[in-house]
């Protein structure tokens, strides 16, 4: 839990090197990588914990492989108990089966080979049966920019149900204290979601 802070903090300095001719989205993308770099790291180096990429989900998964954490951005209800966060962009079938195993709901016939696809150097595979009891937690955050200074609400919390692209309710929820640095607004937004190039293979 220690670390989260510091996760947050590393995604806000790799937002922080985009600069106006950098690709609309620059921002967003570094501090996405950044936090999943970090909240591995940080777990791998101080918790023992592995890399887990689980159907196409970046994850961090303890030694017994039944807890995982990943990283998502929210709307401006996380950090807030009494609000109903959702996540910012849609997503899609690996938040649905994470979501699933976390409501005790995971569909014990799914293909290995999914669980197993990129695993990597240093990383672990799930067998179907860990696969359906993962118990997954996102740490969720907004950004705000506030006079100058940035403020970022956070919490950690596991999704129950998925509908449509978007987690529609939570179990468990842990509130953090909200991170604020001082603030230089990057140069870049994030652009209005994900980039769909298409490719000829020939």
């Not at 501090?31 to 970046?58: D, F, M, P, S």
């Not at 449509?164 to 953090?176: A, D, H, P, Q, Y």
């Amino acid at each position: 839990m220690e670390f989260l802070h510091d996760v947050l903090r590393a995604g806000e300095a790799a937002r922080r090197t985009a600069v106006p001719n950098d690709p609309t989205g620059t921002a967003g993308r570094r501090a996405y990588e950044a936090h999943v770099r970090t909240i591995r790291e940080l777990h791998i180096e101080q918790e023992g914990w592995a890399r887990l990429v689980h159907g196409h989900l970046e994850l961090v998964c303890n030694a017994d492989r039944s807890i995982a954490m990943g990283v998502m951005v929210a709307d401006a209800a996380a950090g807030h108990a009494s609000l109903l966060p959702r996540n910012a962009r849609r997503r899609g079938p690996a938040t649905d089966m994470i979501t699933r195993a976390n409501a005790g709901d995971g569909t014990p016939n799914v293909q290995t080979a999914l669980f197993a696809a990129g695993a990597g150097p240093g990383g672990v595979a799930l067998s179907e049966e860990e696969a359906c009891a993962l118990k997954t937690w996102f740490l969720l955050s907004y950004r705000t920019k506030v006079r100058d200074a940035v403020r970022i609400d956070c919490e950690l919390s596991q999704p129950k149900r998925f509908e449509s692209g978007f987690v529609t309710e939570w179990g468990k929820r842990i509130m953090l204290p909200a991170l604020v640095m001082d603030g230089i607004e990057p140069m870049n937004d994030d652009g209005l979601g994900e980039i769909d190039i298409p490719v000829d293979f020939r």
